[in-house]
C-alpha cells in the first residue's frame, strides 16, 4: 500500500546542533530507508504506527540537544491494497 505524510514545516526547517536544516529531501530519504526496512521485516507490509515511531526517531537523532524552533505536528494516511466492501 501507500502512505501519504502531512506535517508542518517545523520538521523541515528544523535545524542540528551544527546549524544544518532537515530539508524535505532528508525526511523523504528517512521514509523511503525505514519502509523498505519494515517491508523486509513484515513480508510486503507497513505498519504505519511503527513507520510514524520511526520517523520521529531519525527526527530526535538528527536535532540531538538542538532546540527545537517550531510547533511539529503530523499526520501518516495508509491506504491498503484493497478497499473493503461497503455493507
Given amino acids: ?3 501519504l505524510l502531512l506535517m508542518s514545516d517545523g520538521f523541515t526547517e528544523q535545524r542540528n546542533p551544527e546549524k544544518e536544516e532537515i530539508g524535505p529531501e532528508r525526511i523523504q530519504t528517512w521514509l523511503s530507508e525505514e519502509r523498505e526496512l519494515l517491508v523486509e ?3 510486503g507490509k507497513v505498519n504505519v504506527k511503527e513507520l510514524a515511531e520511526k ?3 531519525r527526527f ?3 536535532c540531538r540537544n538542538a532546540a527545537i524552533g517550531d510547533d511539529l505536528s503530523f499526520l501518516f ?3 491498503g491494497d ?3 466492501e461497503a455493507s
Fill in 55 to 57: 520517523f520521529i526517531l
Fill in 82 to 84: 484493497s478497499i473493503p
Fill in 1 to 3: 500500500g501507500d502512505f
Fill in 41 to 43: 521485516k513484515n513480508r
Fill in 77 to 79: 494516511l495508509y491506504c
Fill in 60 to 62: 530526535r537523532e538528527y
